[in-house]
């Protein structure tokens, strides 16, 4: 039994569809029946029970994928580590995050694997406003970042793959009128209301996207900007008005405020963003590293491809 067969086993194991299995491993369908078939007859163990509805792992098969599972994971850490020793990566990997965005979630095993696997390159994380994100990756001072798709789509040079379907909402403070509502809310519920925004010169698509909403539902907003995100939150917190945040905002998860349902106002995708002539051998380890984790662990939405 080889290394590329162990594959085949747990890409069949994890997918319990010998069709599925195929399409992913890209070999036809007969081919991969084959190998499993060769591995059932080298151990003399059945592996799977083929019924009307698929495949079920025997007990044999669920004890082997568990040692596969180690066993593979141990060879690709070999192969990684002899890599990284022969290429004898050095770099600086600098990665932005978006004020206020919850990432946590979405790459700490990633920085764990870069960490055994990658010790030579040095990571280096900041939080930062939307401006000073797309300053940074047009200058070189950042590699990547995590921001909200709405405001890099429509610049120039800037590559970008999606990493999760978010939703727009309405954020009150949990004393507001309609902190409980249980439905969706339009903007015009909130015509009476202060809009605290940041300001134009942060996010000058922020701005336009949520007056424009407003005006096509028959009203100008009252506004209140700030400097940035993170004053914007203290000022909703504060119960100085209401504003517009994605899913993935760290107010989220704080009792103070409440987060409203509402139609799409613009696309707050989260989004892994870099300038198209960043060539970092580092920042291409960490994208691939990145959604491999992601589709390993379910953790891309279905309308998401990569």
């Not at 914007?232 to 100085?240: A, C, F, N, P, R």
Request: glycine share 4%; net charge negative.
């Amino acid at each position: 039994m080889n290394i590329l067969q162990i594959r085949y086993f747990l890409t069949v194991a994890k997918c319990l569809s010998i069709s599925e299995a195929a399409d992913q491993l890209y070999i036809s369908q007969p081919s991969l029946s084959r190998q499993i078939s060769s591995i059932e007859q080298e151990i003399d163990c059945q592996l799977f029970i083929r019924g009307s509805r698929g495949l079920k792992l025997t007990p044999a098969g669920t004890v082997l994928l568990e040692e596969f599972k180690k066993l593979y994971d141990s060879y690709n850490g070999a192969v990684a580590k002899a890599l990284n020793s022969r290429q004898g990566y050095t770099e600086t990997l600098r990665i932005g995050v978006l004020d206020g965005t919850t990432v946590g979630d979405i790459f700490s095993d990633v920085l764990q694997y870069f960490s055994e696997y990658y010790p030579t390159i040095d990571i280096q994380m900041q939080y930062f406003d939307y401006k000073e994100i797309v300053e940074r990756l047009y200058d070189g001072r950042l590699d990547v970042a995590f921001t909200l798709y709405f405001e890099i789509c429509y610049r120039n040079n800037l590559c970008h793959r999606i990493i999760e379907k978010s939703c727009d909402h309405v954020v009150v403070h949990k004393n507001h009128p309609l902190a409980n509502f249980d439905g969706k809310v339009s903007l015009s519920d909130f015509k009476d209301d202060t809009f605290i925004m940041v300001s134009p010169e942060n996010s000058e698509r922020t701005y336009a996207t949520i007056v424009d909403a407003c005006n096509r539902q028959g009203f100008m907003p009252k506004i209140r900007f700030t400097p940035t995100l993170l004053s914007q939150m203290l000022w909703v917190q504060s119960g100085m008005g209401v504003c517009v945040f994605d899913s993935r905002n760290t107010l989220r998860t704080n009792p103070v405020v409440r987060f409203l349902d509402i139609d799409a106002i613009d696309d707050p995708s989260l989004t892994l963003v870099w300038h198209q002539d960043n060539k970092s051998r580092a920042r291409e380890l960490f994208e691939e590293a990145l959604f491999s984790n992601l589709k390993q662990n379910s953790l891309l939405n279905s309308d998401v491809t990569i």
